[in-house]
Every structure is written in structure tokens, then in C-alpha cells.
């Protein structure tokens, strides 16, 4: 960093104080209509930070423009309240110029992967250390309710009356095909899924991208609620567990096994299978993370959730430092004066 | 036979052939050797837009323009004196652009039958006398450079690729120019394959004793050292220079440089320049787009970096919203656009002046950014040093203005020291007590600058409209009125801190010519060869057009008549109409090309003579 970054800011990477959830909360009212799946997002970052024990001064939320884009206001944390669809590339300016920063992004699916699609598959491309937190409410709520790249077809809104006709995007396996290292998708109304997934998000090294089902009970209400509400919950959601075969259902009465490259569902109550012939989920596969995002919009399946991937890359970042530092060790510190005298010179007496 | 030496002020080269004839080393080491023997000059790349365009075409042709000088030289020069062609085709585009009674040396080999008919000829020029109104010298280059190199055992490919160099050597001859800086420099590129080394020095050695043995050539031609201000120098053009002054206002600042950016012609050699400073922890970042260019690097001022972006028109067009949320957020961005030829793609290799209502306007909202432009090659160093002075002390983006024509053209540079470099002083807010994110200072009116990691001030910020002093979401009438407003003044206060405008030329009289960016040095000289002939006229050229100087109008209204000559339809005079209420004439052409000095020398005519 330079001489005055140097001298402004902490340059400890760990926190001397023990946060509460509390003193990650500003002093500005949240202005999310009652009810809205916004309010689960933000407590639960609220609750993980602490355990973090990152200095707070040193985190930096980021988003675009959207409902779910007001995060950063309510986080007593530094804060930039972008331009629609740019948040992933403001991020990306600030971690690549500031890597002892630890950067959140708040994003919408419009304002993640609609106006900002191009910037999320080259962020996810580049892993850039950013953790994007995506709000899926397939709708704009800000906007009071168009449907969204994430809507399903047929979908029904004020600019589609009689149905959209668009194809949605998976938002993970938009992530997955864009090369991204950290995969994983999460509910609001599953508060502890939710705590664990931002935990391992933050603690990623490299672009993380967690897509969060949040319901919009204004303009999209229930979206989500069958992988959500209790009584259909179970038979409609697997949940990705590193290590573990993929069970579902009620008292885990049915399993996912493959067949060939493609996930079946199979009974372990009929005895015809019985948990050792199921797909055992491993978040170091990348193969097996396509397979399984690949679930998401299969009626046939359950809706998986979970880690789809988590890998190691280098980070866009730390090779640039690398090449910083190589020119320096190399070439010596930068100096003005040889700088401008340099190239074909010649003296005019 | 003993030749004839006479003796010049000043002349024009063009050396001009295919893409891939060398042309740009030639016209690169004839101008080397030239500042290296004193005199002033100027020189312009014209490059194709094609990258490699079939051999022999139009289309395919490049050119290198010097003009060089016993006296100040301004510009690369409205006509050439002599035209060094390669081939037909480089003949026959560039044949208007010499002289009447000008020099044109041909490679005759370049005219054979395929040659004339890719470039269009029914017949050669050479031979239907078409060219009886200049003095024509056809060398068959070709020949003697594969004669030169005969004993050599050279593969026939390289050979072709010396033959530049005897074409060199001619001009070195003609012009009694030393063989030793191109010689040295031909050791220092090729000295690992000393085969090259002996080429290629042979065929330039070639080219001179050529010039000096037969009897083609019958005069030889002597430009004296200029009258330049004592000091190390060196070539430069606009893009390397404004690189470097970005580099050297971080350097001054102690802050890091970071540029966002996408490539686009003819701004991508800033790019590339910035990226071979890592050890100045230069950190570029080659977006996806514009628009991520703009807003990384705005993310990075956020995180206390001086940040920039460098773009042309159709980029600047897509940053426009961008451009917004800094004005909004009041973080220091420099933001530079080298312009082209437009709308849209346009004419991406040739220059233009018709952005500057997009970079003083083009924005929703009331959203007023500073806007300076560069007016020759190596003040693009100075102005871009200025805008990064500019956007740190006042909290603001800025926008430098250059364009095609300053950004590959150059020019001899007196090279700057560190220490007479203006002194750039951001200071970051540490202090938590009472910190409040729009809080203003009372005289430049711009807010204090707090980066994540300070301890205590945590604080957001973002394009919705904030509350004057807590930096608040606000919606209130009266307080949008106020940050309107106050941000409106803010860039008005800039004017205090920015030179008094100057003239060249008479204080008052009949005609004032002014102008801004690019057009400096062809209307410097228009209007010193108009006081030469006693005529009444001056040269007022702005460097800071949002805000202007605070003298500007004062200025104007000392003159009889107010010229503005543009390489647009009139946006400059818009401007100064609307501001000063004069009744400005333009001069206005909008042809991708620079303007020439009797263009602008026939308008001051006309307008004296009363014809408006
Ligand atoms: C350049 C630009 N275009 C359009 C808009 C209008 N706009 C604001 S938010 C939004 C969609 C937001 O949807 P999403 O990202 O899903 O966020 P949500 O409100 O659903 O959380 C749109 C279209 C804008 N603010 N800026
Ligand atoms: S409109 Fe929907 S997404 Fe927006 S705040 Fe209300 S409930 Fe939440
Ligand atoms: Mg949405």
C-alpha cells in the first residue's frame, strides 16, 4: 500500500475487540416492507461477523441498486451504495487496490445478473476475493415487480401479462460456468443453513458466490415457499453436506444416486437402496457441482442446497502483488526522476 | 562532382509505404537523429486502421510525418516537402498532401504492374508525366539493398526488411545527418544476431553513399540546431506523456496509481504504458468493459488509490452514468478521453475535437465535472498531472480532454525534475471526533476523504442524493437544492486555483483567435505568420474550460473580433457565446485531420477583411 494508506489505516488483519451482532448494525432505519426476506439476510451477516473477528473498520459492504442493494446502510461498516449492476466491478477496483480489505457485495438477481452479468461471470472468472451475497427474489422489486432474469416462465408480472417468455437463468450454474471457486445457495427462512454457508463464504479465498432464495412477499410472495415452508421443505430440498451421500425427504426416506451423469432419485424405504449407493457429495469436484446445479430447475428433483463447490485458486489480487513486488525486486522501487529522464535523451547546450 | 548545399529553415518529411515497410521506425529514427542534432520539430503517425491490410492496397498504407526546424517548430507541418514512397499505393494517398515543386523519391520496384493496379492506376504516374509539377528521383531501392547485401547469404525475407533503411540513408544524405545514433541503435536491437547489426547498417551506408556517388541527387540540404531552451530533452508523445504525469502525480501525491480501463484506439497506449510501471506499484486493471473501468476505478479512490480510467469517445459515452455516482460521491478520479473521429465508431484512427459538450454536459442530472484539455504532446504530461491536482484537492472526477493527433504525435520534451513538479498534498481524514462524510471545507469546498481501515469512520456513501453534512439519504426539496448547488460551486472554486488565461500576441486589437486542445500549435503559427505581416491578431488557448480562467471574458472583450476554430461543428464557441455573449465566428472542418495554418491564416484574412 502507499505511504498515506499506510499511515491511515489498521493494519492488523485480526480484531482486539469481541463484536456482538449489535455493533454491526447503523443507526439508520431499515426500510425493507414488513416481512420482506431482506431482514433474514441481514441479520444473520450481523450474527457471523463477530465470529469472524475481523477488524470492523477493515470490512466494506458493496451493492448496485435494488431493494436488497440498501444492505450496506444497514451495516455499521464502511459502505458504497453503487449504480445498478456495478457493485461486483466497484468491489473489484477497491480489493484489487486494497487487498487487506475484506469486501462484501449485496446484490439482486436483476442488478447481479441482468444489468450486472457481465461484470459477475469476469469477477467469478478472475476470483477476486469478494464475498456476493445475491438476493433471489426472481423479481425487481424495487421497480415494483417486472419479472427478472431468475423468473420462471410463464411468469405473470405487470410487464408480462400474459406470461414471460424468457428462459431463467441458474444463478449457480452461471457462477459454476464462469469459473467460479466458491458455488453455494441458501434461504432466507433457514437462519442456520444460512449463518454456516456465510461463514465458509467469508473464510474462502477467492470469489464467493451464495445465492440466497429470499422471498419478496410484496411483489413475488412464496416464491420459494415450497423449498422453504415445513410441510413441503423436506421432500423438496437436498441439502449439500461435504462428505455426506445426498438424503432427502421425510425422515430421510429417499436418497440421490447417479446414474451415468445423471442424478436419480431412489427410495431407501423400499429396500431395493440403501445409503451406500448414494452420490457422496464432494465440494472439491467441480464435475459433480455442475451435475448437481444442474438439479435446479428439474421438477423431477429435489432443489439442492448447499455448497456446490469450493476450490482453491490463485487470487487476481495476490498475482498482481506478485508481479509488483517481482518488478521491484527486479527493477528497484519506482523513482520519479530516472522515470523522466528515461528513454532516448539527448542535452541542448 | 562537388554538390550543392543549401541551407533550410525548416521542412516536412513524409516517409510513406506499406504496413509492413517500416515506415514508422524510418520516420522514428530520422526524428531521433534530428532532435539529437538540435533541431525542433514535430512529428504525426498515420497509421492504417487495418492491422495487416493486403499488401500493396490503399488501405494498407502507412506514413510518418517529421517536421523539423532551425526555428520553433509547432506542428507536424501542413504540406511535406518531400515525399519518400515506397510503392504506388503510398504515392497515390499521399500524394496531396506535398508541396507543389515538392521532392518525391520512389522505390521503383513498388511500381510494377500488380503495384499500379492494387493502388488504382491505369498507367504510371512515374511515367505519364503526371507528376511533371514535382521533382521526381526514382531509386530502385529493391535492387541495390539486395545488391548491398549480396554476398551476405541472407534469406530473401530479411533482406526486404532493410530496405527501409537504404531510404534512410538517402535522407541522412540529403539532409547531412549522422549515421551513428541509428547505427548504435541498430547494436542495441539487434545486437544478439550480429547478422542483422551488418545488414542493416550496410544497406543504410548504402543508401547515403547511393545519394552521394551518383548523379541523382544534385543538392543536398542543411537545417541548423534550433534556438531550444538548454536542458536534457526528450521525444515524446501525448499518450506515453500522459501516462506518465499520472505516474508522477501519485508519485507526488504518496498514493498508489490504479488504472481501470478497456482498450480502445487511439487511448490504449496509456494502457500499455501504465503497465510497465509495476515498479512504481502502477496496479491497471483491464476490465471487461468501460463501464467496469470506471467504476473499479472508483472503488479503488474509494479505498484511497488516485485512480483513473482512460478511454476515446464511444468509452467516455459509456461511462457517462458512472461518471454520475462520482460527482455524487465526491471521490477524486481522473478521467481521460482521447478522442476520435465520431458518433459512434466513427473514425477510430483519426482525430477530432467534438467531445467536449459530452465531457462538459453529457451526464442526467446537474452534474458538473471539471474539464481540462491538453495542447500538445508533452503538455498531456502537464495536464495530466493537473487533473490528478485537480481531483484530489477538490474531491471530484475531471476530465483531460487530448485527443488522436496529441496522443500519437510528438514532440521534444524538456525534461521536468522532480522538484519542480507542483506539489500534490491529499491528507486523509483519521480523526473520529465529529466526523461527519460531507462536511466541507470552507474554502475549496470539497469533503475530507476517509478510507476503509481507518478506525471510527465507518460510513457509506452512494449515488442517492445525501444530506448536506451527515452524508444522510435525503430526499428533502430544500437539500437537494442546497447539494445542487454546492456541488455546482465546488467546481466554480476551482477557478481560484487555476492560471489567469494568457495571450500571445497584442493585449487588444482587431481579431482574437482561440482555441483549445490539439489545435495549439497550427494556430500559434497561423496567427505569428499573420503579426509578421503586421496584422492585429492574437492566440488565446484554453487549457481549462470548466471552469474557465476568471479573466476569459475580460479577454474577449478587448478584440474587435473573436475566432474559435474547431475540429467540430462549434462546441468551444457555444460556450463562450453563451457565457460572454460575444458574437464568436467559427471556423469549422471535420475531416478526421488536424487543421492546417493557412486554413486558419485565410479565415483571419477573410474576417479582417471584413467577410465574417
Ligand atoms: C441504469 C438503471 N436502470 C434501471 C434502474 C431501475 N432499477 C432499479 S432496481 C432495478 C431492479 C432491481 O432488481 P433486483 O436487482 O432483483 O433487486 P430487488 O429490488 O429485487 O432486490 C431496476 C430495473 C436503475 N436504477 N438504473
Ligand atoms: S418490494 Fe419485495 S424485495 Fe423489496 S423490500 Fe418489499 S418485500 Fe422486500
Ligand atoms: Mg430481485
Redo the contacts with the bound molecule.
Keep these: 500500500m502507499s505511504i498515506l494508506v499506510d499511515e491511515a489505516v489498521n493494519q492488523s488483519l485480526v480484531s482486539t475487540v469481541k463484536y456482538t451482532s449489535k455493533d454491526f448494525s447503523s443507526d439508520q432505519d431499515v426500510r425493507w416492507c414488513p416481512g420482506c426476506g431482506?431482514y433474514s439476510v441481514l441479520a444473520q451477516v450481523q450474527r457471523i461477523l463477530p465470529e469472524l473477528n475481523y477488524p470492523k473498520e477493515k470490512i466494506v459492504f458493496i451493492s448496485?441498486?435494488?431493494?436488497?442493494?440498501r444492505f450496506p446502510y444497514y451495516m455499521d461498516t464502511y459502505g458504497f451504495h453503487g449504480?445498478?449492476?456495478r457493485a461486483t466491478a466497484i468491489a473489484s477496483g477497491l480489493k484489487i487496490a486494497r487487498p487487506d480489505l475484506m469486501v462484501w457485495v449485496a446484490?439482486?438477481?436483476?442488478?447481479?445478473?441482468?444489468?450486472g452479468g457481465n461484470h459477475m461471470i469476469h469477477v467469478l472468472r478472475r476470483n477476486i476475493d469478494l464475498n456476493i451475497l445475491l438476493?433471489?427474489?426472481q423479481?425487481?422489486?424495487?421497480?415494483k415487480g417486472?419479472y427478472?432474469p431468475t423468473s420462471e416462465a410463464g411468469k405473470i408480472t405487470k410487464s408480462s401479462p400474459v406470461g414471460s417468455v424468457d428462459m431463467p437463468f441458474n444463478p449457480a450454474s452461471l457462477a459454476l460456468g464462469s469459473g467460479g471457486t466458491f458455488v453455494a445457495r441458501s434461504l432466507d427462512r433457514d437462519p442456520k443453513h444460512m449463518q454456516t454457508i456465510i461463514k465458509r463464504a467469508a473464510e474462502h479465498k477467492g470469489t464467493s458466490f451464495v445465492e440466497i432464495y429470499?422471498n419478496?412477499n410484496v411483489?413475488n410472495d412464496g416464491a420459494f415457499f415450497q423449498f422453504t415452508e415445513k410441510e413441503t421443505k423436506s421432500d423438496s430440498v437436498v441439502f449439500l453436506e461435504h462428505g455426506k451421500p445426498l438424503v432427502f425427504g421425510k425422515d430421510g426416506d429417499k436418497g440421490i444416486k447417479l446414474d451415468g451423469f445423471s442424478p436419480t432419485v431412489v427410495s431407501l424405504k423400499d429396500g431395493s437402496h440403501s445409503t451406500n449407493d448414494l452420490l457422496i457429495h464432494n465440494e472439491k469436484d467441480s464435475t459433480l457441482a455442475f451435475i448437481l446445479a444442474n438439479m435446479t430447475y428439474n421438477a423431477e428433483m429435489p432443489r439442492p442446497v448447499g455448497i456446490f463447490l469450493a476450490i482453491d485458486r490463485p487470487r487476481y489480487e495476490d498475482e498482481m502483488e506478485k508481479q509488483i513486488d517481482s518488478a521491484i525486486s527486479k527493477r528497484g522501487k519506482g523513482q520519479l526522476d530516472k522515470l523522466l529522464n528515461g528513454g532516448d535523451t539527448w542535452v541542448i547546450q | 562532382m562537388e554538390k550543392e548545399t543549401r541551407v533550410l529553415d525548416e521542412v516536412t518529411i513524409r516517409f510513406a509505404g506499406d504496413s509492413g515497410d517500416g515506415m514508422q521506425l524510418t520516420g522514428g529514427q530520422f526524428t531521433n537523429t534530428s532532435a539529437a542534432m538540435g533541431n525542433d520539430l514535430s512529428t504525426l503517425p498515420d497509421y492504417p486502421a487495418e492491422i495487416r491490410a493486403p499488401i500493396g492496397t490503399t488501405y494498407g498504407v502507412s506514413g510518418f510525418q517529421i517536421h523539423f526546424g532551425a526555428t520553433e517548430i509547432n506542428t507536424p507541418g501542413d504540406h511535406c516537402d518531400i515525399l519518400v514512397a515506397m510503392n504506388a499505393a503510398s504515392l497515390k494517398v499521399n500524394l496531396r498532401s506535398l508541396q507543389e515543386n515538392g521532392i518525391i523519391i520512389v522505390n521503383t520496384d513498388g511500381f510494377g504492374d500488380k503495384n499500379l493496379k492494387l493502388a488504382g492506376y491505369s498507367q504510371s504516374p512515374l511515367a505519364d508525366g503526371s507528376l511533371s509539377k514535382y521533382q521526381l528521383f526514382q531509386v530502385d531501392i529493391t535492387k541495390l539493398t539486395n545488391l548491398a547485401l549480396a554476398d551476405l547469404n541472407l534469406p530473401q525475407k530479411t533482406i526486404d526488411k532493410t530496405k527501409n533503411f537504404f531510404a534512410l540513408g538517402m535522407m541522412y544524405w540529403m539532409f547531412n545527418r549522422t549515421l551513428d545514433n541509428t547505427n548504435q541503435w541498430i547494436i542495441e536491437k539487434f545486437g544478439k544476431k550480429p547478422e542483422l547489426v551488418e545488414a542493416n547498417s550496410r544497406v543504410m551506408k548504402a543508401g547515403w553513399n547511393y545519394a552521394e556517388t551518383t548523379d541523382v541527387f544534385a543538392v543536398k540540404y542543411e537545417v541548423k540546431p534550433a534556438p531550444l531552451t538548454p536542458g536534457k530533452y526528450r521525444n515524446i508523445n501525448g499518450n506515453q506523456a500522459a501516462a506518465l504525469g499520472l505516474v508522477a502525480a501519485a508519485h507526488q501525491a504518496n498514493l498508489d496509481l490504479f488504472l481501470g480501463t478497456y482498450p480502445i484506439t487511439p487511448a490504449s497506449d496509456i494502457l500499455h504504458e501504465l503497465a510497465t510501471f509495476k515498479n512504481f506499484r502502477v496496479k491497471t486493471f483491464q476490465c471487461e468493459d468501460e463501464i467496469a473501468g470506471i467504476t473499479s476505478a472508483i472503488g479503488a479512490s474509494f479505498g484511497g488509490a488516485l485512480a483513473a480510467t482512460t478511454t476515446s469517445g464511444p468509452g467516455l459515452a459509456l461511462k457517462t452514468?458512472a461518471m454520475g455516482l462520482a460527482v455524487m460521491v465526491e471521490l477524486p478520479l481522473v478521467i481521460i478521453n482521447v478522442q476520435r473521429g465520431g458518433p459512434s465508431t466513427g473514425l477510430p484512427t483519426k482525430t477530432e475535437q467534438a467531445d467536449l459538450l459530452q465531457a462538459i454536459y453529457g451526464r442526467n442530472g446537474e452534474s458538473p465535472i471539471p474539464v481540462i484539455a491538453a495542447s500538445t504532446p508533452s503538455d498531456c504530461f502537464t495536464m495530466a498531472f493537473e487533473a490528478s491536482r485537480i481531483a484530489l484537492k477538490y474531491m471530484t472526477p475531471v476530465i483531460l480532454l487530448t485527443d488522436g493527433y496529441l496522443g500519437n504525435g510528438s514532440e521534444p520534451w524538456l525534461l521536468p525534475q522532480e522538484k519542480d513538479l507542483p506539489s500534490i498534498a491529499p491528507k486523509f481524514r483519521t480523526d473520529p471526533e465529529n466526523y461527519m462524510p460531507y462536511q466541507r471545507d470552507d474554502i475549496t469546498l470539497s469533503r475530507e476523504w476517509a478510507i476503509p481501515g481507518t478506525i471510527g469512520l465507518e460510513h457509506r456513501i452512494g449515488g442517492l442524493e445525501k444530506q448536506d453534512k451527515t452524508g444522510n439519504i435525503n430526499y428533502e426539496p430544500e437539500n437537494h437544492d442546497l447539494m445542487v448547488k454546492l456541488r455546482a460551486a465546488k467546481v466554480e472554486r476551482i477557478a481560484n486555483d487555476i492560471p489567469l488565461a494568457k495571450v500571445d500576441g497584442p493585449e487588444s486589437g482587431d481579431i482574437l483567435v482561440v482555441g483549445w486542445g490539439g489545435t495549439y500549435g497550427t494556430i500559434k503559427t497561423a496567427v505569428e505568420r499573420k503579426l509578421k505581416e503586421g496584422k492585429s491578431v492574437a492566440h488565446l488557448h484554453l487549457k481549462y474550460i470548466n471552469p474557465m480562467p476568471k479573466n476569459v471574458g475580460e479577454i474577449l472583450s478587448k478584440y474587435k473580433y473573436v475566432l474559435v476554430p474547431e475540429i467540430n461543428l462549434g462546441q468551444l464557441i457555444k460556450i463562450l457565446r453563451e457565457k460572454f455573449l460575444v458574437p464568436a465566428i467559427g471556423l469549422n472542418k471535420v475531416q478526421g485531420l488536424p487543421f492546417r495554418s493557412v486554413e486558419i491564416e485565410e479565415k483571419i484574412d477573410s474576417v479582417l477583411g471584413g467577410k465574417l
Design positions: 431482506d448496485g441498486i435494488g431493494c436488497s442493494s449504480i445498478h449492476g446484490t439482486g438477481d436483476g442488478d447481479g445478473l441482468s444489468i438476493f433471489n427474489n423479481i425487481y422489486g424495487l421497480t417486472q427478472s429470499q419478496c411483489f | 452514468e
